[in-house]
């Protein structure tokens, strides 16, 4: 037991580490979503994906670890991405949800706690939901993401948006 504490300690020091540094990697990805909006460049960049995996295991001292460095990093892109996105979708104002606000660093989880008591209370009830696009689309994947349960679910072909 006491090796797993010690274990478990290490970890916590580890995370301590890389929340720094992930920290750090999101603020320089706010800069480079405010370069791309100004030189109206695509979010994704496929090429520079791939040679952040390729050097990302190059650099790897146990390559038994390559398989896993890949999910790391594409997890880690996939967040970058979408708070690029977040940015340029509020034209350039950085709005972060559930009650973070940028000029500090508290986290008001009240906001968090109405988000989930409003989804579960929507999980309890036999409710009817509509998704703009087909079946199969990225919205109903959403909304299968966003419901735990079994809902009734309409696909609105004809949606017409207002602008």
């Given at each position: 037991?006491?090796?797993?504490?010690?274990?478990?300690?290490?970890?916590?020091?580890?995370?301590?580490?890389?929340?720094?540094?992930?920290?750090?990697?999101m603020n320089t990805v706010l800069e480079i979503a405010r370069h791309k909006m100004k030189n109206n460049t695509t979010?994704?960049?496929?090429?520079?994906?791939?040679?952040?995996?390729?050097?990302?295991?190059?650099?790897?001292?146990?390559?038994?670890?390559?398989?896993?460095?890949?999910?790391?990093?594409?997890?880690?892109?996939?967040?970058?991405?979408?708070?690029?996105?977040?940015?340029?979708?509020?034209?350039?104002?950085?709005?972060?949800?559930?009650?973070?606000?940028?000029?500090?660093?508290?986290?008001?989880?009240?906001?968090?706690?109405?988000?989930?008591?409003?989804?579960?209370?929507?999980?309890?009830?036999?409710?009817?939901?509509?998704?703009?696009?087909?079946?199969?689309?990225?919205?109903?994947?959403?909304?299968?993401?966003?419901f735990n349960k079994k809902i009734s679910k309409n696909n609105l072909k004809n949606l017409k948006m207002f602008s």
């Amino acid at each position: 037991m006491e090796d797993l504490t010690r274990y478990r300690n290490e970890i916590d020091n580890i995370d301590k580490e890389l929340i720094q540094l992930f920290e750090k990697r999101m603020n320089t990805v706010l800069e480079i979503a405010r370069h791309k909006m100004k030189n109206n460049t695509t979010i994704l960049q496929k090429d520079r994906e791939e040679k952040v995996l390729s050097r990302a295991v190059d650099n790897l001292d146990n390559k038994a670890y390559s398989q896993e460095t890949v999910q790391f990093f594409n997890s880690i892109m996939e967040i970058s991405r979408g708070l690029q996105k977040r940015l340029i979708d509020n034209d350039g104002e950085q709005k972060i949800e559930f009650g973070l606000d940028s000029s500090n660093k508290n986290f008001d989880l009240s906001n968090v706690n109405k988000y989930k008591s409003l989804k579960d209370e929507l999980n309890k009830k036999n409710i009817l939901v509509g998704f703009p696009g087909k079946s199969g689309s990225f919205t109903e994947e959403a909304l299968n993401k966003f419901f735990n349960k079994k809902i009734s679910k309409n696909n609105l072909k004809n949606l017409k948006m207002f602008s």
